[in-house]
Nanobody, 120 residues
Framework: VQLQASGGGLAQAGGSLRLSCAASGSIVSLDDMAWYRQAPGKQRELVAA???????NYADSVKGRFTISRDNARNTVYLQMNSLKPEDTAVYYC???????????????WGQGTQVTVSS
């Protein structure tokens, strides 16, 4: 099972980007998923999370600007980022907090990062 993040790039302040995290392999369902980010010289931080029941939570710094969503048919989780700010610049990682695979549950699976750079 692998998680593949994509959609990062360069955006201007006030712009938008949409990140995708697609699961491949023996996936049955993405249950609890999250997006994290890590800026240079800083610790990795939680940006947004979504539960199997559809509950969502966000870091205070992104509330009202970012939206996490999922497409169960595509085994993909998205992070829509609007009104981007230079301080959103970071490497963004998706995390499978809890997944269901053909072999049982899997926890704590990280995807590779995708760089988001916001210019002022």
């Amino acid at each position: 099972v692998q998680l593949q993040a994509s959609g990062g790039g360069l955006a201007q302040a006030g712009g938008s980007l949409r990140l995708s995290c697609a699961a491949s392999g023996s996936i049955v369902s993405l249950d609890d998923m999250a997006w994290y980010r890590q800026a240079p010289g800083k610790q990795r931080e939680l940006v947004a999370a979504i539960t199997t029941g559809g509950g969502r939570n966000y870091a205070d710094s992104v509330k009202g600007r970012f939206t996490i969503s999922r497409d169960n048919a595509r085994n993909t989780v998205y992070l829509q980022m609007n009104s981007l700010k230079p301080e959103d610049t970071a490497v963004y990682y998706c995390k499978g907090v809890r997944l269901t695979t053909s072999f049982g549950s899997e926890h704590g699976l990280w995807g590779q990062g995708t760089q988001v750079t916001v210019s002022s």
